[in-house]
């Protein structure tokens, strides 16, 4: 199955920690990249492969997996992390690409 | 610095054809490391990937959409282009196109979209 599930929203406090998930069949074989959007902006990447952030990407964003679930964890998340937040993977069997649903993050 | 700007038509009727552009300025389309993609996002919804092109005009495209869409490369203009036919109401929504690299890390593979264009809104309506 080429599908990506994410929570819809999570809610954190300033300066806390919040982790979200997204799972499916394709991440057992293949790595999540995870984006940020924030509104009328276009997406940009934050973390991909085996925990790699792209140069600018603060290291308060980390990720993680195991078997069919990836995981993206903001450590004293911030007022300006508030945003939606989508995955993405590609299915090893015929490179085609899925993205999740997204999560918004909302900041307290 | 690499750059993608799409273009086209911001308003298509029902049943017709939409078609977007998206220019490459800063690299070649020709780059041999990278393939070139459409992904949209109907307003207040998430992200749907369209599909991707090689310059060589290899593609892969979403098999939910597989049979309305064509997305082919022009390398003499630098730019590949999206046409989706026979357009309802559920296909209005934010056109991106995007840069997707794929890779192959320590513990396996992976596919990011490390450049956006601004991306066009696209109505479908009479």
């Known amino acids: 199955s080429s599908e990506l599930t994410q929570g819809p929203a999570v809610s954190v406090a300033l300066g806390q920690t919040v982790k979200m998930t997204c799972q499916g069949d394709?991440?057992?074989?293949?790595?999540a990249t995870w984006y940020q959007q924030k509104p009328g902006q276009a997406p940009v990447v934050v973390m991909y492969?085996?925990?790699k952030r792209p140069s600018g990407i603060p290291d308060r964003f980390s990720g993680s997996s195991s078997g069919n679930t990836a995981s993206l964890t903001i450590s004293g998340a911030q007022a300006e992390d508030e945003a939606d937040y989508y995955c993405?993977?590609?299915?090893?069997?015929?490179?085609?690409?899925?993205f999740g649903g997204g999560t918004k993050v909302t900041i307290l | 610095q690499l750059r993608l700007q799409e273009s086209g038509p911001g308003l298509v009727k029902p049943s017709e054809t939409l078609s977007l552009t998206c220019t490459v300025s800063?690299?070649?389309?020709?780059?041999?490391?990278?393939?070139w993609g459409w992904i949209r996002q109907p307003p207040g919804k998430g992200l749907e990937w369209i599909g991707n092109?090689?310059?060589?005009?290899?593609?892969y495209y979403n098999s939910s959409l597989k049979s309305r869409i064509t997305i082919s490369v022009d390398t003499s203009k630098n730019q590949f282009s999206l046409n989706l036919s026979s357009v309802t109401a559920a296909d209005t929504a934010l056109y991106y196109c995007?840069?997707?690299?794929?890779?192959?890390?320590?513990?396996?593979?992976?596919?990011?979209?490390?450049?956006w264009g601004q991306g066009t809104m696209v109505t479908v309506s009479s």
């Open positions: 995007a840069r997707p690299s794929y890779y192959y890390d320590s513990s396996g593979p992976g596919v990011v979209f490390d450049i």
């Open positions: 800063g690299d070649s389309i020709r780059s041999t490391s990278y393939y």
């Open positions: 092109i090689y310059y060589s005009g290899f593609t």
């Open positions: 394709s991440l057992r074989s293949s790595y």
């Open positions: 492969g085996k925990n």
């Open positions: 993405n993977s590609r299915d090893s069997s015929n490179d085609h690409v899925v």
